[in-house]
Each structure stands twice: as C-alpha cells, then as structure tokens.
C-alpha cells in the first residue's frame, strides 16, 4: 500500500550542527508535504510545508527540500539547538480531510 | 487562550470499564479529528468530522463512538476498554480550506488500560 515514511527512527546530533531528518514516500501523485514537530508530552505542530511544485522551502532555521524523482523529502534544521529535540513526522493529506503520518524520527541534540 | 484543549491529560482505568475524552477547539474550525498514537509514536486518524457531521471512520471498532454536539467539539467515548486501547489519543482542528491540511493538534490524552 502506499506510505509515508522515514529513514532513520532516531538521529543524535551535537548542539550547533546541522540536522537532517529524511522522509520517502511512495505515492507518486502527492502534491503537498507537511513536517511536524512532537515535543514530549504534547501534541504535533506544524513546522513547514512544501508543494510539488516546489523544489526547496525555507523557514527560520528549517529547510525542506523535496525531490520528486526519488520521491524522498528531507528537512533540515540549521544550527540544531536543545529546543529542537522532538520526534519528527512528515505527512501528507489524502483526499479531502485525512493526513496520513510518517513513522517519525526522534532527533536527540547533546551538548 | 488554548487552541485545542482536550480533558483528561490522563486516564488511568480498569479493562472494561467505559470512559470518554472531551476536546474543544476556540479557533473556530469546521473539521475536527481523533488521532491514537501507539507507543512506538505511531500516529493514525481515527475519525474527522466536519461541522458535526461524521466524515473519516477509519475502521475503527464500534467500541469508539465520536459525539460532535457543536462544531467545536468532538468527544470520544469508549465502551468495554481493551489493554489494547492503551495509548496516547489526539484531538486535533483544521479550517476551511479543504485538504485536512494543516491541522493544530491538543495536548494529548494518555490513556493506560489495565
């Protein structure tokens, strides 16, 4: 069946550095992705977003970068800090209301 | 001024007893979700209702029943609890805009079946 997923389940990154979360998918006519932020012990937030017809997206510190030929998206977290620590998901709408969730990946940050 | 509010932040009980979780949401969204997130951080929806009217039932068993008395609430009561049910359950609200898009999520209910 189709999916959304993730490469790496957790990712440990020293404070300062860059941070690269990765996503596959597999579904060839999405046309939107989203990234979301879990902290511990609260719900998802949206970090960015990123249409087909776009190739890179930037936000404050965050990056995402989509390449439709291998169907793989990846987000990039500039300069990582403690705060950034959170489990990672990428999604994608399907249909008219439902978001279907990547596996997500927690993103540890030491100092 | 929350968002997405949801009660109870935890919920400890006995396998087979009936409980429900409530969710509000003040951003005056027409759509609003159940997500159930397992231990492995595994997310999926379970059901979305768009201005009270049941849209996503995503085969989840009888035993959930969502109840949207106005659009800016969509509780879920649960009936004869299973170990299984144990896990964390998300409310989350979305606007207008078609697409289920982006969606701004509660703060969790942890629920833990004993």
């Known amino acids: 069946g189709e999916s959304v997923g993730l490469h790496l389940p957790t990712l440990s990154v020293q404070e300062g550095d860059n941070s690269i979360i990765n996503c596959a998918y597999s579904?060839?006519?999405?046309?939107?992705f989203i990234w979301y932020k879990q902290e511990s012990g609260k719900g998802p937030q949206f970090i960015i977003d990123i249409r087909s017809n776009m190739d890179k997206r930037q936000g404050q510190r965050v990056t995402v970068l989509l390449n439709k030929t291998v169907k793989h998206l990846s987000l990039q977290i500039a300069a990582t800090q403690p705060g950034d620590s959170a489990v990672y998901f990428c999604?994608?709408?399907?249909?008219?209301?439902?978001?279907?969730f990547g596996t997500g990946t927690r993103l540890q940050v030491f100092p | 001024d929350t968002a997405v509010s949801q009660t109870p932040k935890y919920l400890v009980t006995q396998m087979g007893n009936d409980k429900s979780i409530k969710c509000e949401q003040n951003l005056g969204h027409d759509t609003m979700y159940w997500y159930k997130q397992d231990s492995k951080k595994f997310l999926k929806i379970m059901f979305s209702?768009?201005?009270?009217?049941?849209?996503i039932n995503e085969t989840v068993p009888n035993r959930f029943s969502p109840k949207s008395p106005d659009k800016a609430h969509l509780n879920l009561h649960i009936n004869s609890l299973e170990l299984g049910d144990s896990a964390v359950y998300f409310c989350?609200?979305?606007?207008?805009?078609?697409?289920?898009?982006?969606?701004?999520f509660g703060p969790g209910t942890r629920l833990l079946v004993l």
């Open positions: 209702y768009n201005n009270k009217e049941l849209i």
């Open positions: 579904n060839s006519a999405s046309d939107y």
């Open positions: 989350a609200s979305s606007p207008p805009t078609g697409g289920g898009e982006t969606q701004y």
């Open positions: 999604a994608e709408p399907r249909g008219t209301d439902k978001l279907i």
